[in-house]
């Protein structure tokens, strides 16, 4: 079993590397910006709320009555404390490598990126109100999108993958009630991954058919990414601190 789930290196899993390194430096303009502030080094643990909005926490009653759309997509990228980023990260850097090899990055983009919109929208109607971060919606969507994948694959490995992606959805949301963790947020991305697990192909010959128009909405996924995340640095930037 460990055989199995042993990860490759980040090297050669460019998304991925993207997505983790993108996350880590967030993170750290957002403590520098809470030490300027005198905040101290409490802000690495548990940042406060204000702080949190400031560098992109989805804030429903910001984007909707303020017009901060990207909030529906920079929320994915801010996180709420060295514990919460170093947790996320490490899933990340568990699952993204395999299934960025699997079905290749503009797939593995598209559904995370799908997923963090999904996540939100179901905190939405589940929480209005509440102060949102974390890529957790993403990749809870990622996990889904194994179990549904990998049972529709088919095979004595894939079958494995499916059952400890499973398992592990599974525990994580039962502790996430026990945490107070958004798991309105990780249903619905892990709802949006399991769909999408029945739509990506399973066979070379299909990923190849669809490999154009997974490269547009890639593209087009990571081109919105950076104008959300853009919008952060230039809305912090052009604001007395």
Same mark, same amino acid.
């Given at each position: 079993?460990?055989?199995? $789930?042993?990860?490759?290196?980040? +090297? ?22 809470? =030490? ?21 926490? /989805? ?23 060295? #514990? ?25 983009? +598209? ?6 919109? +999904?996540? +939100? ?9 509440? =102060? ?6 993403? #990749?809870?969507?990622? #996990? ?19 059952? $400890?992606?499973? /398992? ?6 039962? $502790? ?25 192909? =399973? ?22 990414? #950076?104008?959300?995340?853009? $919008? ?10």
């Amino acid at each position: 079993m460990s055989q199995l $789930f042993r990860r490759n290196p980040l +090297t050669g899993h460019t998304l991925v590397q993207i997505l983790i390194y993108t996350n880590l430096a967030l993170f750290t303009l957002m403590v520098l910006h809470g =030490t300027i502030l005198g905040l101290g080094m409490g802000t690495l643990l548990n940042p406060p709320t204000p702080l949190l909005r400031a560098w992109g926490a /989805q804030f429903w009653p910001l984007a909707i009555h303020q017009g901060e759309w990207w909030r529906c997509i920079s929320y994915a990228y801010t996180h709420g404390g060295i #514990i919460h980023l170093g947790f996320n990260m490490m899933v990340l850097y568990q699952v993204g490598p395999m299934l960025e090899e699997e079905i290749g990055w503009s797939r593995l983009l +598209t559904i995370y990126t799908l997923c963090a919109l +999904t996540a +939100t929208l179901a905190g939405y109607v589940w929480h209005p109100l509440v =102060t949102v971060v974390g890529a957790s919606g993403s #990749i809870f969507g990622l #996990i889904g999108f194994s179990v549904s994948y990998y049972h529709r694959m088919g095979g004595y490995q894939a079958i494995q993958r499916r059952n $400890f992606m499973f /398992q592990w959805a599974v525990m994580a949301f039962f $502790f996430g009630l026990f945490v107070g963790a958004d798991n309105a947020a990780h249903l619905g991305g892990a709802l949006t991954g399991a769909a999408m697990g029945f739509v990506v192909p =399973t066979t070379a010959r299909n990923l190849r058919r669809t490999e154009k128009l997974y490269e547009i909405l890639g593209w087009t996924c990571g081109l919105i990414s #950076i104008v959300s995340l853009l $919008f952060v640095l230039f809305v912090r930037l052009g604001r007395v601190f």
